[in-house]
């Protein structure tokens, strides 16, 4: 028996394997989270729930009833996005939205019973995308990825957090409506 291997028909493995070996760690991790996000995506198919609602499951199945800024903030999405993935799931029937007596600014968003139940079909499909993923790696192989990825995170989070240089943030809604006022003024202006 031969040690060639037989030629990688995939495009993505065939990049890495052959084409870019020596690439940078960002791409990988890129072309990883894709294909795990896929995954999932597909066996979310089953269920009809998108992969962006799934996001939003899994922060409520954790602590349900927060409001809208707080899930926002939670997903890492904008007020808007999560307005319409709201409005959407709503619709489906996942989530309700309530206001307190006390405080009508605040919109809660608050799991069904259709939503709650979502829970046990879809959390076994992620925790199958994960098994595919780490097929192979033995369990120190997985802790030391983890490991690794957390601290690229961390680096990554500290390094936005103590920039200076108002061009490599990303701009908040509300900073951006404001310089888009600001331009829209300036060309009036001209």
Do not use: C
């Not at 069904?112 to 120190?140: Q, R, S």
């Amino acid at each position: 028996m031969s040690n060639k291997q037989a030629p990688i028909s995939d495009p993505i493995l065939r990049h890495w394997r052959e084409a870019v070996p020596e690439d940078r760690l960002a791409h990988l991790v890129k072309d990883a989270t894709r294909a795990m996000v896929r995954g999932l995506q597909m066996r979310l198919a089953q269920y009809e729930v998108s992969f962006g609602h799934w996001t939003y499951l899994r922060i409520l199945w954790e602590t349900d009833g927060l409001t809208q800024k707080q899930l926002s903030d939670e997903s890492g999405t904008t007020a808007p996005t999560t307005f319409s993935a709201v409005s959407a799931m709503e619709k489906l029937g996942y989530v309700v939205r309530r206001q307190t007596a006390d405080n009508k600014k605040n919109t809660y968003v608050h799991l069904t019973p259709k939503g709650k139940a979502l829970k046990k079909k879809l959390v076994p499909l992620a925790e199958e995308v994960n098994e595919i993923g780490v097929a192979g790696l033995k369990p120190a192989e997985i802790n030391t990825a983890r490991k690794v990825l957390l601290t690229i995170i961390e680096n990554m989070a500290k390094d936005e957090a103590n920039t200076d240089n108002p061009a490599r943030r990303i701009l908040s809604t509300r900073e951006l409506g404001h310089l888009i006022a600001m331009r829209a003024e300036a060309l009036e202006d001209e």
